[in-house]
């Protein structure tokens, strides 16, 4: 088929229709993500990319003269289980709430010299926030 | 050679004619998931200011016509155009989060771009008018045949969400399941530092697992023999999501705008077969 007689065929007002909307389709995801545009009305396909960024995984060790012990902090605190612990307990958010759990071990174990290795994550990854240089129980 | 492959782009993508049944299938089942994501939020019980009560009146009486298939494709259009009211005046220009998320933009751009297509050709009000109408005259019913060009933008939707999905993840951090890590360990694993390296090297075989879907599914479901591979993989990939994140009506959403890849006299033929009709070569026109 002669493309003369293809193009005549062709319906002109949905081909301008459609040209619109797949340009803006892959268009608004192009500007957003790749050029790094801002503009609210042109949506990029950027999902659960904050998601979990609001968590911090903490080792708690008890430290003696001659041992370094990782410490079973949910038992210690009285919980059987990871799921038996109220959510807050379980799942700690930021380093703040990594030392109020800590203040809470030395409670239940007075005298202990607490340390922990504690990391915190962002969107670039895991950010290292704790690394068993401090006495958590004598940190005011 | 040039003229024939214009001329094949030209029906594919401004022209294609089938079946209206997938159409319908879509306008159906993209109402109960406006409703399902919406109609709590916009109940007359939620507030009696007047443009809060305009809004769930032109909400509700839409999505119903929708839902039926009376007036289909206004309706359609207009439910699509109150979503996207509610992501950008409500959600954006007026700050409330939940609105701002890409499940709501997925919804209510598909329900935007299905109502360019017949959607209104098979199971609605607008179907069983027509066929009483010709009925009324003596004549057969017409077919439920129509334009599709809707779908074509439907599926080249859901290809972008994949295609720019990945394209987010393919970075070091994603990719060497540092992201998923955090996930998971949000929702399931507690703060425990774990022992080991098992549970990191699980979630960077998944995140680069993900990735590669994500970027074969955007291509694949075009591909007629790469589809039922596709769909197996993609439901899985979709089931997985909504088991364990909260994704809302994201992964219903998708596998429903999967009916837009299919040949839609293929899914004629099939609901035919299902209900025990004689298929037929050409069921979307045989009645014509």
């Not at chain 1, 703040?96 to 290795?117: F, H, M, N, S, T």
């Not at chain 2, 970075?171 to 774990?194: I, K």
């Amino acid at each position: 088929m002669l493309l003369r007689e293809a193009w005549h065929h062709v319906p002109k007002g949905r081909l301008v229709l459609v040209v619109g909307i797949v340009g803006f389709l892959a268009g608004s995801p192009f500007y957003r993500q790749v050029i790094g545009g801002k503009n609210p009305a042109m949506r990029g396909w950027v999902m659960f990319s904050g998601y979990g960024t609001d968590y911090c995984q903490v080792a708690f060790h008890e430290r003696g003269p001659d041992r370094d012990e990782r410490l079973d902090r949910l038992a210690v605190l009285g919980h059987d289980a990871l799921w038996d612990a109220p959510r807050e307990v379980r799942r700690l958010k930021s380093e703040k709430q990594v030392r109020r759990q800590a203040r809470q071990l030395c409670r239940e174990l007075p005298g202990i010299d607490l340390r922990a290795d504690a990391r915190c994550a962002t969107r670039r990854g895991w950010k290292r926030v704790m690394a068993r240089e401090e006495d958590l129980c004598r940190t005011p | 050679m040039t003229g024939d492959l214009l001329a094949r782009a030209g029906a594919f993508w401004l022209a294609p004619r089938g079946s209206t049944r997938s159409a319908a299938l879509l306008r159906i089942g993209l109402a109960l998931l406006l409703w399902t994501r919406f109609a709590t939020d916009l109940a007359p019980f939620r507030g009696f200011t007047p443009d809060k009560l305009a809004l769930s009146a032109v909400f509700f009486v839409a999505t119903s016509a929708m839902l039926v298939g009376w007036w289909s494709r206004t309706a359609t259009l207009v439910s699509g155009a109150t979503a996207l009211w509610l992501m950008f005046r409500v959600g954006v220009h007026g700050g409330h989060e939940p609105y701002v998320h890409h499940h709501v933009y997925l919804l209510a751009t598909a329900t935007v771009l299905l109502a360019l297509t017949a959607c209104g050709g098979s199971y609605s009000v607008d179907r069983w008018l027509a066929v009483r109408s010709a009925e009324g005259r003596g004549e057969a019913p017409p077919a439920e045949e129509g334009d599709l060009w809707g779908l074509r933008l439907v599926a080249l939707l859901v290809s972008n969400v994949y295609f720019w999905g990945a394209y987010d993840k393919t970075n070091e951090v994603f990719l060497a399941g540092y992201r998923l890590h955090h996930m998971f360990g949000y929702l399931y694993l507690g703060s425990d530092w774990p022992v080991g390296v098992a549970t990191a090297n699980l979630m960077a075989v998944v995140a680069v697992a993900t990735v590669v879907i994500e970027y074969a599914l955007a291509v694949a479901l075009w591909i007629r023999r790469c589809q039922p591979i596709g769909f197996v993989v993609g439901i899985g990939l979709h089931a997985a999501f909504f088991l364990l994140l909260p994704v809302s009506t994201f992964s219903a959403t998708m596998l429903l705008l999967y009916l837009a890849y299919l040949d839609a006299d293929a899914v004629h033929r099939l609901i035919d077969r299902l209900q025990g009709h004689r298929p037929t070569d050409e069921p979307a026109r045989a009645a014509a």
